[in-house]
């Protein structure tokens, strides 16, 4: 009996790695050229036969964790975005030619994360990023020469409009000189990776539990998001699909509003109605201070004000969007009603998560180019304590890893919780 089963286990783990390197042969195979410029409805998205999912893969399978090994074959089958998120000059440009060259010779179009901007993350879990502007600009030039007139889509600086250096702890920039930096930095790094001929360029603009519309909408406007592609919403983060959606729609035709609107209108991002918009809230009677709450129940008083104040410009004429749909198939996490005087840290490795919607650029909403995996799924968000004073992560029981380290339990996890369910990407 104890040699069928073993039998039987090998067949399975042989028939799995037999269809992981079918599926990595057929990755690194010509397919039809992909149309130039942005992200099109023919754009498909490269895939790494490499990645962390694929190793765990193979771990898994031979050392007898079926379930666990398929799902990892699944998730490997998916694009995702690779984080460059530091090094030299040189560096930069070697590792992301090495990436782009990789995926020309599949006829398919990488998605990079530009991270290292200086001052990243407010110091915390993912600090890091250059030294100075000066510094950072060599960097961004030469990750733009890696590119050079080869299709790419680079997702710029997560988080570092909706954290400004005007927003971190300890008041760091009393003059707001750091602030005015980091937004010129970001402005010369759109220009420069624009100059690739087929770059194709988001800068990040947080999630829809961050940043009120009027507020974020300015920040991408100082930051140079008219020479961009658009912008990107929930790197790393769980809000639902639908929501983010909704609130990205918003952005866009604030955008349109402060800039193309009225004449009265222009400048004036900070009129802009938002998530937190509700006309029964008391306020200054200036419609985007109005404050109620982030309840989606709340929002259609939002889409009236757009609906009023905006109406329904054409596609083409609104600033487009991408949403990272990695980790938000079970939506945020909630945990129970006083189990943490603190902050519970819910964007911090949350328990019980699982992969949203699978990479594609037929997302069915007009202004929304793609869904993508852009945080890598497995990767860890940090040593979460929950504010409990101590090292150890109350949810896991564990010391969780350091930010961007893999977690195989983590992608395991999100694997078996994703909905839809996981299935092969053919």
Same mark, same amino acid.
């Given at each position: *009996? ?32 992909? &149309? ?29 964790? !079926?379930?666990?090994?398929?799902? *990892? ?30 995926? &020309? ?25 250059? @030294? ?7 960097? =961004?030039? &030469?990750?733009?020469?890696? !590119? ?6 680079? =997702? ?11 927003? %971190?702890?300890?008041? !760091? ?42 507020? !974020? ?11 961009? @592609?658009?912008?990107?919403?929930? =790197? ?14 918003? =952005? ?5 509003? &402060? ?12 009129? %802009? ?43 083409e004429d609104l600033a487009h969007f991408t949403i990272d749909t990695s980790r938000n198939g079970k939506g945020p996490w909630t945990p129970q009603p006083g189990k943490y005087s603190g902050d519970p840290e819910t964007w911090c ?5 699982? *992969?949203?919607?699978r990479p594609t650029v037929d997302t069915g909403v007009p202004l929304v180019d793609a869904y993508l995996y852009v945080k890598t799924i497995g990767e860890s968000d940090g040593s979460c304590t929950r504010n409990t004073g101590g ?36």
């Amino acid at each position: *009996m104890r040699s069928l089963t073993f039998r039987r286990r090998t067949a399975v783990v042989t028939a799995a790695l037999t269809a992981f390197a079918a599926f990595a042969a057929t990755a690194a195979q010509a397919a039809p050229a992909p &149309a130039r410029g942005t992200v099109t409805p023919a754009t498909k998205f490269y895939v790494d036969p490499n990645s962390k999912a694929a190793r765990q893969a193979i771990e898994d399978l031979r050392g007898g964790k !079926i379930e666990d090994g398929l799902n *990892m074959v699944k998730l490997a089958s998916y694009p995702q975005a690779a984080w460059f998120t530091g090094g030299t000059p040189t560096e930069a440009r070697t590792g992301v030619r090495k990436l782009v060259r990789a995926a &020309a010779v599949t006829r398919r179009v990488p998605v990079l994360v530009a991270y290292d901007i200086p001052g990243r993350d407010c110091s915390l879990y993912s600090s890091g990023g250059a @030294d100075s502007s000066a510094a950072y600009r060599r960097w =961004i030039d &030469a990750f733009a020469q890696g !590119i050079g007139s080869d299709q790419a889509v680079v =997702i710029l600086e997560p988080d570092s409009l909706a954290a400004l250096p005007k927003d %971190c702890a300890g008041d !760091i920039d009393p003059t707001g000189e750091l602030t005015t930096r980091r937004t010129e930095d970001l402005d010369y790094a759109v220009r420069a990776l624009k100059s690739g001929a087929n770059t194709t360029v988001y800068l990040d603009a947080g999630n829809s539990q961050w940043r009120s519309v009027g507020d !974020i909408t300015q920040r991408l406007l100082d930051a140079g998001v008219e020479e961009s @592609d658009g912008f990107v919403l929930n =790197i790393s983060n769980y809000q639902p699909t639908d929501q983010t959606s909704r609130y990205g729609t918003w =952005i866009s035709k604030c955008l349109w509003f &402060a800039t193309e609107g009225p004449e009265w209108s222009r400048g004036h991002a900070d009129w %802009c109605a938002g998530q937190f918009y509700s006309p029964a809230a008391p306020n200054d009677g200036t419609p985007g201070n109005a404050v109620s709450s982030t309840d989606p129940s709340t929002w259609h008083w939002t889409d009236t004000w757009y609906d009023q104040n905006v109406g329904s410009p054409a596609d083409e004429d609104l600033a487009h969007f991408t949403i990272d749909t990695s980790r938000n198939g079970k939506g945020p996490w909630t945990p129970q009603p006083g189990k943490y005087s603190g902050d519970p840290e819910t964007w911090c490795n949350p328990p019980g998560r699982g *992969m949203g919607p699978r990479p594609t650029v037929d997302t069915g909403v007009p202004l929304v180019d793609a869904y993508l995996y852009v945080k890598t799924i497995g990767e860890s968000d940090g040593s979460c304590t929950r504010n409990t004073g101590g090292t150890i992560d109350p949810e896991y029981g564990v010391v969780d890893p350091a930010a961007g380290v893999w977690w195989p339990g983590q992608a395991h996890e999100l694997a078996r919780n994703a909905e839809p369910r996981l299935t092969l990407n053919h």
